[in-house]
């Protein structure tokens, strides 16, 4: 949408009109058909746009944002206006407050509704911080052939507490994020297993070297033990001498040399 061209050759114009200049002004000029010399409020069915698009489909603004909007009722007899958007929808808070003229206070110049923006499907959805101004003439005033409200879109202003509550909250994200990175990229689950398993494999490593070892004890022993049963007891023999006594033999040179050899296995 194209400036006006009051903005462009105005330096320093800024659109801040009161409640009551818009409702007896612009929204009465509007309904009336009367034609402004410039369009600073144009026409737009916000209601196909999601409020961080209005900004820049605004005629003129900087914190606030003004569109005039056909009414679309959900059934054709009236009704409850359709402010359903296509990503969430715009929720009413409160009832409607009356606008009074300045100059005569029992006046009732129009009506304001205060609605908030939801992301989501009703009757659930995420508030945001975007609010809108809907202004109508009241009803005791005859409404025309067209149907339009005057809507002032802007975004609720947030406390210094709420935005470091938020920077906090933030910020505790980004670090348990990086901490659960580096949890598992310094150890994984076979790595945490294998760790676990290691010390239970030295312990039955120790066991086993202890048992061999007292096997090895033990088949040794057996071993002497059964090397001392089958060895064979040995025993010299004893020779009957008594052939000896025959007196031929006593003479023998021979006699002689085994009588010493005899003495010397009977010692």
């Known amino acids: 949408m194209e400036k006006s061209a009051s903005e462009l050759e105005l330096p320093g114009f800024r659109f ?24 600073v409020i144009g026409t737009l069915n916000l209601y196909r746009h999601d409020p961080w698009e209005l900004p820049g489909l605004a005629t003129i603004g900087e914190r606030e944002w003004y569109f005039f909007v056909p009414r679309d009722r959900k059934h054709s007899n009236g009704g409850r206006p359709n402010r359903t958007t296509e990503t969430g929808f715009w929720k009413a808070t409160g009832s409607d407050r009356s606008i009074r003229s300045m100059k005569d206070p029992k006046r009732v110049i129009g009506l304001r509704k205060t609605l908030v923006f939801y992301k989501g499907r009703a009757p659930r959805g995420c508030r ?3 609010v809108m101004n809907e202004y ?8 025309p052939k067209e149907d339009i409200v005057l809507c002032k879109i802007y975004r609720k202003a947030t406390s210094l507490k709420v935005l470091e509550q938020r920077a ?36 039955v490593l120790k066991e086993n070297k202890i048992e061999i070892e007292r096997e090895s004890e033990n088949s040794s022993a057996q071993l002497e033990d059964s090397a001392k049963e089958s060895l064979p007891q040995l025993q010299l023999p004893k020779y009957n ?21 005899s003495n010397l296995l009977n010692f």
Not at 136 to 143: K, N, Q, S, Y
């Open 241 to 261: 001498l008594e052939w000896m006594q025959d007196p031929f033999l006593l003479r023998s040179p021979w006699l002689e040399n085994w009588t010493s050899y």
């Open 168 to 203: 906090a909250m933030e910020e505790n994200t980004r670090m348990s994020q990086i901490s659960n990175s580096v949890t598992d990229s310094a150890s994984s689950p076979e790595e945490e297993s294998w760790e676990m398993t290691m010390p239970m494999i030295d312990e």
């Open 136 to 143: 109508r003439m009241p009803d005791t005033c005859p409404i």
């Open 16 to 39: 801040h009109p009161t409640e009551e200049e818009l409702l007896d002004f612009y929204l009465k000029g509007a309904l009336h058909g009367k034609k402004l010399s410039s369009d």
């Open 128 to 130: 945001t911080d975007w």
